[in-house]
């Protein structure tokens, strides 16, 4: 679960739930993505990037208000 304070959803907290989120896609799939950007020519870091975005759908949030 994240917790998060209502008032405080400015661009800085986005940038650090997203960092959150790719370094958990990096461990959990790191490896896998890296082939398949391999194999069919695409950017890592890009598809990583897109992952990460994915994965923030996954999370539970509280919001303290």
């Known amino acids: 679960m994240i917790y998060l ?4 959803l400015d661009a800085e ?3 650090r739930l997203l960092a959150t989120s790719k370094k ?3 461990q959990k799939f790191g490896k896998s993505i890296k082939v398949y950007a391999k194999k069919h020519f695409t950017n ?3 598809m990583l990037e897109e992952e990460a975005l994915r994965n923030l ?9």
């Open 5 to 8: 304070n209502y008032s405080n």
């Open 13 to 15: 907290t986005q940038e």
């Open 24 to 26: 958990d896609v990096e």
């Open 44 to 46: 890592y870091e890009q």
């Open 57 to 65: 759908y996954n999370y539970k949030y509280v919001f303290n208000i």
